[in-house]
Each structure stands twice: as C-alpha cells, then as structure tokens.
C-alpha cells in the first residue's frame, strides 16, 4: 500500500494531459520537462561532456545531492534521470515524512530490484531530515537498494551528515538567467492559450521579477493570463501581479548569509557602493535592521580596529539611532556607519592579535602572575613580595618603565599586536617601535 506522503511513479515525468483530482493542474507541473532538450538552464552541469549529463545519457546513475535555489529544477532533473534509467521513481517529502515513510519507500525499492530493476528514491528538502532519518539511507544506498537523490536550497556541508554526503555526489544548481526564464514564459504563453498575447516587454518584466525561479515566472504568468483584459498582457496587467517583492531572501538560510557575507566583504574592500547594495537588499529581503547594526559593530573592529577608533564609536551609535527611531531614520544612520567603514582606513592587526592571544591561552600553560604584578593588599601579601620591585609607570621617564616586563617570564618578549601602517594604527605603530627600541638599550631588564 502507498503511502500518501510520497509519490510512486512508473511513468515517464508528467504530462500534460495528467490531471490532478480537482481537474486543475498548474501551468509549472503542466510545462515539467521530460528530457534535457527540453530542460532550461544549467549548462555547467548538463552540457555535453558535463559528468551529469554523462551519468543521466549513459543510464548509469549514482546517489547524488542537488543544491540550489527553488524554481531551477531539481524535481524535475531526478524524474528525467529516473526516466533516462527506466528506473522506479519514488518521492519522499523530508517535511511531510517519517521513519514509517522511508521504511515503505525502501520495501517497494527491493520488490523492484527483485524484478531486475533499480529504484530512484528522491527526498524534497532533504535537509529537513534529522540526523537519524538521514542515516536511516545508508544501508540501502551502500547496497544499492535505492539510488538516492536529494533536494536541498541549504548549504549540504552544514545541513546533512557527513556520511550521507560521502555516498553522494553533490551537484550545485544556479538561478536561471533572465533569457532562460523568458524562454520558458514563451512556452507557458502558448500552453495556456494559443490566442494569448503579451506586450513587449511583459515576459521580460516577469522574467526580471521571478529572481532567477521558473516555477515562480510561471506562477506569475497564469496570475497575469487571469487578469487579462481581451486576451492581452499589458503593463497594466503586470502592475497588479507584480505587487510584492518576489527577490530571494531566506532568513537564516543561505541567502541570508551570503548576502550578510558580501556586505561585510564589501566593507572590508573599501567599496561603499557595494556594501550599499547589499545593505539595502538585506533590508528589502525583510531582514531584521537591528541585526545588521550589530554586524556593522562586528565589522568595526574586526577590520577597521585601531586605524579609525571612530568607526565603532560610529556604528553603535548607528544601532542607538535604530532601537530608538526605528525606519526609516535608523536605516539612514545604518547607511552612514557602512559607508563610513567603507571608506575607513583598514586594520585587522587587533582582530589579528586577540585571535594569536587566545590561541596562546588555550594551547599554553597557566603560567603564574609575577610576583612583581601580584596585588598586595595585606600585610601576609607584602610579606610574601607580591608587588615587591613594582615600577609604577607613571613616576618612570615619559611614563614609561623601560626593560619591564609585564608577561609570565616563560613567555616574555611575545607579540601579537603588529599595528599597520595606516591611519591612527600607523602613528600606533611607530610608538610601539620607539618603546621597544627602548626595552632593548635599557638597563634596567627584568630577568636578565
């Protein structure tokens, strides 16, 4: 007995003359490719010669992850290798499905192979699976019960095992180009009716608007087709579909770190336009002001540190603007402390010496506090010369005691902290050299 929660089909991928129970199926499922020629997109993995277009056109599949954005074609892609294969093709949900589900799947996958034929077991949103659902597909992937082929829009190497990902290879699908989308319109117009038109400029429009998902074009066209006025697409028609913001942004998902990542990487080459860009993308996707502030306090010291101390002095104060006038006036103050980190002389040098300081810590010894550093505070202390030969700095020449040394004496002379030579660090810098040139010709050297 077939579960409802996954799709059994012996059959080549749908067509068009397939209906769904309530007579009505969507232009997206009614135009599904059959076969690479009709396929759009993805040429780096599927032209000729490419080693899934080889694995699909030789019948000689393996287990295999597609990782992309929605709308590029990952169902579809496994139900045309299953066909190329004449293979078995089952469907699995990772949001609908349980252990119960995966058990009858694999049931039917070995009556098949019985028969002398292969199955291939696809999983939609196979990073939904946990951990042990996840692992409950090796055995029959290692023994060729199932080919196995997952879908996922997040990152394979975060989201799924590291032993699911051995077994499988992973093939990373990219948006399809504007062109590639209008072609497919051009088919979805003639599909829904052969009297359709559309002004010049509509599918492009839609195109543009469908952010790289075929799916969602589709979508967009069936809208426009239901709105249209004596069988026309119009501008007009277009005005009251493409309402709402349709760009990808997924919270907490890959989109939503790659964009936070490119903002940050802007930051840090000098690029105020850039890192505007992706602010305002961040910002138009829905995510929070709030968390890009705190990020923009991050990039402050993280890359600009001590060559421009008024960088972080500037993006808290950005954050202060945003909790207390909210949009859009925090936005702008947000803006401001971007393209002023932009355009801010750079310095990781302290990002650079916490990390080399924390690594020593961590790998290191407890090294003891010197007795001359102790604090002091009873009489039992002073007797025990904690704070005995103290130099207080500011009673030295130009406060500063020349040939002290204020680290564990295992780990004297260390240094993490190489200022560079750029704004405030580089005036930084060359006060450190003059003190050092100082340590060295002194004669007053602690543990000589």
Known sequence: MTSDLFESSDTEPLKDSEKTGSGYQPLAARLRPRNLEEFAGQSHVLAV????????ESRQLHSMIFWGPPGVGKTT?????ASHANAHFLQLSAVLSGVKDIREAIAQARQHKLGGRD??????????????????????????????????????SFELNNALLSRARVYKLRPLATTEIESVLTRGLLALDNSLTADEGCLALIAGHA??????????????????????????????????????????????????????????????DAALYWFCRMLDGGC??????????????????????????????????????????????????????????????????????????????????????????TALMKALEHGLEYR?????????????????????????????????????REKLKGLRGRDKTSTIRRYD
Not at 299 to 326: F, H, K
Request: net charge negative.
């Open 211 to 272: 952010d790289g998902d075929a799916r969602r074009a589709l979508n967009l066209l069936e809208l426009a087709a239901d709105l249209a006025q004596e069988g026309r697409i119009t501008a007009e028609t277009l005005e009251e579909v493409l309402q709402a913001s349709l760009r990808r942004f997924d919270k907490g998902g890959d989109a939503f770190y790659d964009q936070i990542s490119a903002l940050h990487k802007a930051v840090r080459g000098s690029s105020p």
């Open 49 to 56: 010669g490419k080693p899934l277009q080889q694995a699909i």
């Open 77 to 81: 892609l496994a139900r045309i290798a």
């Open 392 to 428: 207080y700095a500011h009673d030295e020449e130009e406060a500063y005691a020349a040939g002290e040394n204020y680290f564990p004496e295992a780990l004297r002379d260390r240094q993490y902290y190489f200022p560079v030579d750029r704004g405030l660090e580089g005036k930084i």
């Open 119 to 156: 199955t291939v077991l696809f999983v939609d949103e196979v990073h939904r699976f946990n951990k042990s659902q996840q692992d409950a597909f090796l055995p029959y992937v290692e023994d060729g019960t199932v080919i196995f082929i997952g879908a996922t829009t997040e990152n394979p």
């Open 288 to 377: 929070d002001p709030l968390y890009i502030a705190r990020r923009v306090v991050r990039m402050a010291s993280e890359d600009i540190g001590n060559a421009d101390p008024r960088a972080l002095t500037l993006s808290l104060e950005a954050w202060q603007v945003q909790e207390r006038l909210g949009s859009p006036e925090g936005e702008l103050a947000i803006a401001q402390a971007v393209v002023y980190l932009a355009c801010a002389a750079k310095s990781n040098a302290v990002y650079s010496a916490y990390n080399a300081a924390r690594a020593e810590v961590l790998q290191g010894h407890s090294e003891e506090v010197p007795l001359h550093l102790r604090n002091a505070p």
